[in-house]
């Protein structure tokens, strides 16, 4: 009798409570029968929460509609992810927001991360209350924060943040876009953000070159900025410091220049010298200052991209090309150096810029996606002389690639092919006769290469495709220390993707 | 001394006794993971059929399958899809209950984000009929929740 109580009584004491049938079920059934499934909605809401957590935002914010034990249930999980399609159903999305706001302002729930996705409004919508929704969902109690409001014209007027609060402690991450370039971060702003680690930013408009710097010292414990498209109002020189940036990516919107800045020697100075990793894409005509070389740079991608020939036409190619030469001197302790695009639109003119290239004394892996390479072959080395410790190389070969003439071959070997270069990967290859002397200039002068690809072009003037890949292939048999794989033309964009350092995507 | 102990309760099969009067035997090991068997060995002893009085002889074998690949360490996701890929709507409500019960926490996640999954983008209609909840709100108070909630409908999935 006691050791059966004792049964009873450990049974009903597990961590997950055991099902309390209501009465007028329990009388009706057997106790041998079968639990009945019908039993699920009588588990504690703990379970059913549980649940819930799995499913979509969508999905649990249905079950409210289920009874009104469920009404609530689904406020209570942590993490939440508001997506509407529908852009004349806004207003009900935000009242949505407020109530869960209001909840946890009044501690009845807990939220740990926040993502809220608005499509673009059909009316515009109220600049003042996105602006105080933003404010409380910066005060929030949450840890990850992701406020997004697509389209490009639909606020009236500017979305102000308050120059003083004090957003909340606990806030680590935060991706913050209004389209429209609408979040205005006016002069005399204040705001400290205590804890927060990631900073997205979006289509935000700095009022001056002071509200740069106030916004940014507000972040005493910053690792990550992203700052896309942004619009720099009549600002001429721009200094983003903050030393405890470990990851920076700014992508500049090259037509959010054009009405303001006539003057052509804007300026952006990047003050961070913890910096690990580097994101630069933008036009070309911004100088880009290092204001303190990074010391231990992992990585750093380089993309300028000219929009408007025209205007710049009047820019000598040799200010893109010091601005070029100008970015990349500060990043001498790189290891990995990606440049993509049209970051030298000439052949950059080496008596006048290349010598005030530093070393990359750390470089190990150098990758050119340029879409036109514009290295001669003399600049090419005089580049490579100063990477003495590469080891893997990708290039493009180009229209301006043999546009030098033979003295190429005078400059000194550059030493890393001799004693680092292991990996080296042409591309764009046509098949023509100065083209293949060069990859024979590789196979002789590369002694400790041990992986060489060569991917042919697939214009209509190659000399070579997959079917005399075969002739190709014995042009070089016999000559250099590894084998080449010659790859199609299809095969190109994959490689590029495949070369881990170098894929990089942009989702914003 | 101790270590023998310890070897031979590794090896050690406990009794489990269904609700429905059915005896199954599992490796001491894969009993570990559920916790209410285990709190019901410490207290009484490997020796003795464990009595369980809420689980039954349709369900259990499912479970112990499932325990005797997660201590070998052999539960990958096919393994997964395999285990409930000829469950109905229904006989993953019973495991799920069971594991719930026996406080077995990995076949609960596991079968927690079946559920979830099975529920995905179904209707309100149906997804009352699965949890067996009766709706208690007034045609006014429901299709007023419901136009409160129209900006996050997307689309429904055929009922099955």
Known sequence: ?508 | MAQEASSSTSSKTISLKTGDGEIFEIEASAAKQMKTVQRLIDDLGDDITIPLHNVFSKELPKIIEYYKKDITGEITKDFEAEFVKDLNDDEVKVLFLAANYLDANKLFEFLSQNIADRLESKSVEYVRKYFGVENDFTPEEESKLREERAWSFRGIKEDE
């Not at chain 1, 580049?383 to 190429?408: I, M, Q, S």
């Open chain 1, 1 to 508: 009798m006691f050791e059966k109580k004792k049964i009873e009584e450990i049974s009903s004491s597990s961590m997950v409570s055991i099902v309390h049938l209501p009465p007028h079920l329990s009388f009706e059934r057997p106790p041998h029968k079968r639990i009945n499934i019908d039993m699920i909605s009588y588990l504690p809401d703990n379970v059913l929460n549980h649940i819930l957590s799995f499913l979509s935002t969508e999905d649990a914010i249905k079950t409210s509609i289920l009874s009104t034990k469920w009404r609530y249930l689904w406020t209570y999980l942590s993490v939440f992810d508001f997506y509407s399609i529908w852009p004349n159903r806004i207003c009900s999305l935000l009242h949505e927001i407020t109530t869960l706001i209001d909840k946890s302002n009044h501690h009845q729930i807990e939220i740990k991360r926040l993502t809220i996705r608005i499509p673009e409004p059909e009316v515009p919508l109220d600049a003042h209350k996105v602006a105080s929704l933003v404010t409380s969902l910066l005060t929030l109690k949450i840890i990850d924060l992701q406020f997004r409001i697509n389209g490009k014209e639909h606020l009236k007027t500017s979305c102000m943040l308050p120059r003083r609060f004090s957003p909340s402690y606990s806030l680590t991450k935060l991706h913050l876009h209004i389209g429209g370039y609408a979040l205005h971060i006016p002069n005399g702003i204040h705001i400290q953000f205590p804890s927060l680690k990631t900073l997205n930013l979006s289509y935000a408009t700095f009022e001056n070159e002071e509200s740069v710097e106030q916004f940014f010292s507000g972040f005493p414990v910053l690792e990550e900025l992203t700052l896309y498209h942004c619009y720099w109002l009549f600002m001429d020189h721009i200094t983003i410091a903050i030393s405890t940036l470990r990851m920076l990516t700014i992508h500049v919107d090259p037509y959010s220049l054009n009405d303001c800045n006539d003057n052509e020697e804007m300026s952006l100075k990047i003050d961070c010298v913890n910096l690990l990793s580097l994101t630069c894409i933008s036009d070309p005509t911004i100088q880009f200052v290092i204001v303190k070389p990074p010391t231990s740079l992992l990585d750093a991608y380089i993309a300028f991209s000219l929009h408007s020939t025209e205007q710049y036409m009047e820019y000598a190619a040799e200010y893109v090309s010091r601005c070029a030469v100008g970015l990349l001197s500060g990043l001498a302790s790189v290891k990995s150096l990606t440049l993509s695009e049209g970051t030298f639109i000439e052949p950059p003119d080496i008596d006048d810029h290349f010598h005030l290239l530093p070393k990359f004394h750390n470089l190990t892996h150098l990758c050119l996606h340029l879409e036109t390479n514009f290295f001669t072959r003399k600049s090419f080395m005089q580049f490579l002389l100063r990477c003495p410790k590469l080891e893997v190389l990708a290039f493009p070969l180009g229209y301006y690639t043999f546009k030098d003439n033979d003295d190429w071959a005078l400059i000194p070997l550059p030493c890393c092919f001799k004693s680092s270069l292991k990996k080296l990967h042409i591309t764009n290859f046509d098949g023509f006769a100065c083209e293949i002397q060069f990859v024979e200039f590789f196979l002789e002068n590369a002694t400790v290469l041990e992986e060489f690809q060569i991917s042919l072009s697939c214009s209509r003037r190659s000399k070579y495709n997959s079917k005399n890949l075969a002739d190709l292939k014995n042009r070089f048999v016999g000559m250099g220390s590894c084998d080449i794989q010659f790859r199609s033309s299809e095969y190109e964009i994959k490689t590029y993707l495949s070369c881990e350092k170098c894929c990089f995507t942009y989702v914003f």
